[in-house]
Each structure stands twice: as C-alpha cells, then as structure tokens.
C-alpha cells in the first residue's frame, strides 16, 4: 500500500475480495467448494415498483402553454403553407414544443419568461432564486448564498419550491360572495379578476322576524341606507343553537326598529370556481396534480411533490424512463 502525497491518492493492492484464493486453493481448503455447475431457485416478491408516467406529477405555470406553431400556421396566408401539415405539425411542432407540451419546449421557456417577466424578476413572492438575491442586495438585506448552478429543469423546479404555497395554490376569488344581484337576474357578468361568472349567493328575503336560524348557518345582511352586503356567520346565541332572526339582530346590538335599516336574506353557499394569485395554470389540461394537496408537509417531505417533481427530472435526463 503506497500514499502520494502530492498525488492525493491512495492505492492498494491485494485480493480484497478473496475471490483470487477461493479460486486457488477452494479445491484443497474449502468443503463446499465445487467446480460443477448447479442451479438455484430463488422466489421471493418484491415492493411495488413506481413507475413515473408524465401525466400524473405535472404542474405547468401560468403562461406555459405557449403553442408557437399553432400561431405560426394561424399567421400564414398563403395556400401552399396552410396546406401544408407536416411543416407545422412535424417540423416546427418538433422544434419549437406542441401539446402536449414539456416545460422546457423551446417556444413554452421563451413566452413564459416574456409573459412572466415582472412575476419571475420583480414580485419577491414569486420571483425566481437569482432576483430574489439580487431584490434583498437593493436593500442591504443579503444572507447565506445558496445560490447552485443547476440543469434548467432542475431550477425550474427549485424556483417553484421557492414561493410560498399560498402564491403557487392561489386563493378562492371573492366573486364567489355575489350579493348584489339576485337569483332570477337574466345578466351575466364575468369577474374581472378570475374570468368566472359570477354566481349569485343572496338568497330570498327573511321577512318574518320568527325565522329560525341555526348555529353555523351564515345568512347575508343588508345596510339598507348605503345599499351595503356583508355575510354574517352566525354561532350560540344565549347558548342556544337554534333561535330567531330577531335573536341575532339583538344579539348584534341592533335596536327593535332594526328592520328600518336592515335586511337579512339567505345565504347560498355557491362558489364558481374562480382562483385568482396564482403562479399554478389550474385551468391547463396538462396541470394534473390536485389543488387540495395545499400542506407544506405533501410538498416538502421527502417522497413530497416536489421530491416527485425532481426525480422525475433526473430520470428523464439520465435517460431512465422510456417516453
């Protein structure tokens, strides 16, 4: 055994394995040595095995969905490239990225960095790791550097882990407490922040002041004088659980001639779906993970999401899985 210093290396000789011996001397000292040939059986069940398919750990952004050779070919005027279907599909869909689309899709990478730019450089919820260090330089509030050059797709990935799940899962839109039209209104109106249509939650008037309300029901109030809804969630009153609607105006500090400025109405629970602050595309059809897995402990334990997320990359970059 000789060490080099200069070198930095160690090396070694010798038969480490006893594999050199046994076939030496494994006739004359070693009794259940043989040269024959024999057969051996083995049984046995394994773990199940994870096989990772594409369509079940996918989570696109908002803006990656870029179809740039759909665009192209809704640009072209002349007949000879309308007709033509592999120059879109084949060609440029090959070069450029089409649905279903990877992450890194030449043309999905380049629209998302334009279309995110103030997301991805100027927003510290949502920027990415580089202009996140470069916004608390501006401010003289620099720490540890944990900055690592990583392949693009694992960035993007650490990027994600980056934001706080509150920004990438979004939150439900308030449009979903739509008091001010009510139910039988032939109109249609779109939210400006989630694109849903709004859907009316005021239901019909309580006009008897006998109403029942019960204990978690909310019901909706309405400030007659400035034409102002609010929902009210309701709990004991008098610890009772069941009471009238005049009980809990009471129990709100109204005066008896409540009626003369306010209304209740009842409350429908309907939400249209819209989720607003997100960094999440829950709208793309390639988008497949499920909104309700919300905790930190589903995304960053390991075996979490994000764990998932990367080792799918690697797999794929190594050459791994078989697309």
Known sequence: MEYYLWAKSLQAAGDWTGWKW???????????????TSYITITGESSPINFY????????????????????????????????????????????GKKPFYQDDL???????????????????????????????????????????????????????????????????????SFERPNDCAKIQICSYCKKEKKSNRGNLISTLNYEVTAGTSVVLKNKSINDYRLVP??????LTAYTIND??????????????????EY?????????????????????????????NEWFRDEGLLDIFLNYEIYKGLGLLDE
């Open 107 to 177: 043309a999905v990478v380049a629209y998302e960095k334009i279309a995110n730019f103030v997301l991805n450089n100027s927003d510290p919820d949502t920027c990415e790791i580089p202009q996140l260090y470069n916004l608390s330089k501006m401010i003289d509030s620099e720490g540890e550097n944990y900055q690592l050059d990583y392949p693009p797709t694992i960035r993007r990935i650490m990027n994600l882990g980056s934001v706080n799940l509150s920004k990438l899962l979004g939150v439900n839109c308030n449009c979903g407490l």
């Open 248 to 265: 809990l105006a009471t129990s709100i500090g109204f005066n008896t001639d409540w009626q003369d400025f306010y209304e209740f109405y």
């Open 53 to 96: 398919d594409r369509s079940i750990y996918t989570a696109f952004k908002i803006n990656e969905d870029f179809d740039l050779a759909e665009k192209m070919y809704d640009a072209a005027s002349m007949p000879i490239l309308k007709n033509s279907e592999s120059l879109f599909n084949n060609f440029l869909g090959t070069i450029f």
């Open 234 to 239: 309701t709990g004991y009153v008098n610890s």
């Open 268 to 296: 429908i629970p309907a939400w249209n779906g819209g989720i607003i602050e997100n960094l999440i595309d829950w709208n793309s059809e390639q988008t497949t993970i499920n909104r309700t897995i919300s905790t930190s």
């Open 22 to 36: 046994t076939n030496k001397y494994g006739l004359d000292y070693l009794p259940y040595y043989t040269n024959e």
